[in-house]
């Protein structure tokens, strides 16, 4: 898009070079940058901007006035993103099919080979171990919720031990042994023999394990890598005077990167044929062919990524203000401005405190912005049991459907779909567009926004399932109705499959707005040895969704699937009204991502105690880029 082009330095080279590029842009010499150390003094230029680690910062005047732009990201994010495309196609590419090769039954002769593909002309589904909607709804939803806890553990541990990218690495390995032990699960002669479902679920846990150790580090990692910590002025090739924002800038990669994320998703689409046509071993198969793309992927990127190293969590820290605040009367000041200011450590040390503190006054102010954080994650359950359906509730409500000789699963794969087409049109026309007037969209808005279009979908969801018990030929027991009826006879609703699609693709719209904002929220709002924890508490609001869906299982089934429907639409059209009257004011904060160039270091630069390599022009620092 045309205003990511504004020129500006990104980290491809050391990033001693990338500040005097920005230095050379405002004609200062790369030693008046070098005298700005310590990092938080402050400098001004010779209009009376305040400087930043070589950075000129916009005062409040251009602000208001200035258009703002995304910066350029370095190459590093794209091969990130190149990663999580990698490990999601393989992740959906078999999640797709899990609900069905649990729920139906091995199609035998004369339905099927006995594979887990039926034959052309059945009205079976795809199916392998025959348990049905609530062991399926059960076991999908603990699948999801270890998914999706465990990282609240393992985020932990890589900010305070191991580091990300070691825990991405290892996530990798673990999953890959998944992927194997699934393929013989899945194998017909495992099928037929009754035994499948004792591997199927080691290996789906297993895969649980591995998920949880690379999702909660890969997007923080990729934040890592951006070189606009805040946001700044350049003059761009046209001659004019923007502003680069941060928050603009991480807004347009991290649409990049959920972009692959549903490009791999989209890897559904062949696996639910395969499973119908072919089987699930070859389902199953084709994800792990593309899981092979990790390692040579991380084996590249290792020495060309900033990594934040291990710093040993804030969350002793966080505790400690915390005490601090409760010990000197925050009690009553809960929910009321200054409930923070009391942790502060210089309004304890004005109040007579001798104690000496490991952590300063912005730190608390960090301490407030996640705990904002945690408080916007909370509402996310409800919108993604709206955009999903409650448990395997969706997946009954299309098996009651005539499909026309489609998997019935496969309609799910227009989310995926959806949002590759809307991402490119959202980040080249209408974000562009929005700046370009000025109009400022903030992330509140923007989840707003999603979480409205998630509730109007699922009103989608309830109506649909209303009709088909109305339209079906077993009634309230629509989702059973080809085990009932005898072979021949009518055992599907006409209701078309296409209006399916509908609800589908207002959930994946609504996700474009609501993920791709928390993104960005987890990693800004964070400490900056806590970046890894809070990520992995925005995964957590998934987990809470499969708390939900687990505690309904037993319900998921005929004839209640249209309050399974319901129940969480008035919810989440609830929600969503109190969540922007709660969280509005925050569009209004300007966004800062609390690293800043001295954490930026890679492998292949050069040491802290070696000589600092000569400053490079942005034109030598671009072209070293696009060298790697």
């Known amino acids: 898009m045309a205003d990511t082009q504004a020129s500006i330095a990104t980290v491809a080279a050391p990033v001693a070079a990338v500040r005097s590029s920005y230095a050379d842009e405002k004609g200062l010499a790369a030693t008046d940058v070098d005298r700005a150390e310590p990092e938080d003094a402050v400098t001004y230029d010779e209009e009376g901007h305040e400087i930043w680690q070589g950075l000129v910062l916009p005062n409040e005047e251009e602000k208001a006035t200035l258009r703002r732009v995304a910066g350029k990201m370095p190459s590093t994010t794209y091969w990130l993103c190149a990663v999580e495309f990698a490990e999601r196609a393989s992740y959906y590419g078999c999640n797709q099919v899990y609900k069905n090769f649990i ?28 348990k049905g909607s609530s062991v399926a709804s059960a076991v999908t939803e603990s699948f999801k919720f270890l998914a999706y806890a465990l990282p609240v553990f ?9 580091g990300r990218f070691r825990m991405i690495c290892q996530g990798v390995a673990i999953c890959g042994v998944a992927h194997i032990v699934m393929i013989i699960s899945a194998l017909p002669s495992v099928l037929q023999s009754g035994n499948a479902f004792g ?21 923080p990692t990729l934040i890592d890598q951006s070189p606009h910590k805040k946001a700044h002025i350049i003059t761009d090739k046209n001659g004019e005077k923007v502003i680069v924002d ?69 969350l002793g820290n966080v505790f400690k203000v915390l005490g601090d605040i409760f010990a000197h009367g925050g009690l009553k000041k809960i929910g009321r401005a200054g409930f923070w200011d009391i942790g502060k450590p210089s309004v304890r040390r004005a109040a007579g405190s001798t104690k000496e503190y490991a952590y300063d006054d912005n730190f608390v102010a960090d301490v407030k912005r996640t705990f904002q954080a945690c408080a916007i994650f909370l509402f996310s359950p409800i919108w993604q049991v709206n955009d999903y359906g409650l448990g395997a509730a969706a997946n009954a409500l ?70 088909v018990y109305q339209t079906s030929p077993c009634g ?66 998934s987990a809470i969704s499969a708390i939900l869906g687990l505690a309904a299982a037993p ?74």
């Not at 591997?199 to 997007?219: E, R, T």
């Not at 699930?280 to 991380?298: D, G, K, N, S, V």
């Not at 300007?590 to 160039?597: A, I, M, Q």
Request: aromatic share 14%.
């Open 398 to 467: 299309t098996a009651g459907l005539d499909t026309k000789g489609l998997p019935n699963d496969l309609f799910d794969n227009l989310n995926s779909v959806s949002i590759v087409v809307l991402i490119p049109f959202m980040n080249h026309i209408v974000y562009p567009f929005l700046r370009k007037k000025g109009i400022k969209w903030g992330s509140i808005s923007r989840i707003t926004f999603g979480f409205a279009l998630g509730t109007i979908g699922s009103i989608g969801y309830g109506l649909l399932q209303y009709y």
């Open 246 to 314: 941060p928050e603009e800038s991480i807004n347009s990669v991290m649409l990049w990167f959920y972009l692959l994320i549903n490009v791999g998703a989209v890897f559904g689409i062949p696996t639910t044929y395969l499973a119908k046509l072919v089987g699930y071993w070859a389902a199953y198969l084709i994800p792990t062919i593309l899981y092979l793309m990790l390692p040579p992927l991380l084996w590249y990127l290792n020495p060309r990524l900033i990594k934040q190293p291990p710093g040993g969590s804030d």
């Open 154 to 162: 393992f985020g932990w541990l890589a900010d305070t031990k191991y």
């Open 476 to 541: 309230y027991n629509a989702s059973t109705c080809t085990e009932i009826v005898a072979p021949g006879e009518p055992a599907l609703s006409p209701i078309p499959y296409g209006l399916y699609a509908i609800p589908v693709i207002l959930g994946a719209i609504s996700e474009v707005f609501v993920n791709v904002s928390l993104y960005g929220i987890a990693y800004s709002m964070a400490p900056k040895n806590m970046k890894g924890l809070v990520a992995s508490l925005n995964l957590f609001s």
């Open 555 to 628: 319900a998921i089934k005929d004839p209640n699937l249209v309050w399974v429907f319901f129940g969480p639409t008035i919810a989440g059209g609830v929600l969503t009204v109190v969540f922007w009257f709660l969280f509005r004011n925050l569009d209004d904060d300007e966004f800062v991502l609390n690293t800043d160039f001295s954490d930026m270091k890679r492998d292949s630069d050069a040491s802290d105690d070696e000589t600092t390599p000569p400053a490079q022009t942005e034109k030598q620092v671009m072209a070293g880029d696009k060298k790697e």
């Open 103 to 130: 729920r139906a039954p091995l199609p035998l002769p004369p339905n099927g080979p006995g594979t887990g593909a039926v034959y052309p002309g059945s009205d079976f589904t795809a199916g392998a171990l025959g």
């Open 199 to 219: 591997p199927f679920a080691f290996s789906l846990y297993l895969l649980a394990v591995g998920a949880a150790q690379f999702k909660p580090n890969i997007s």
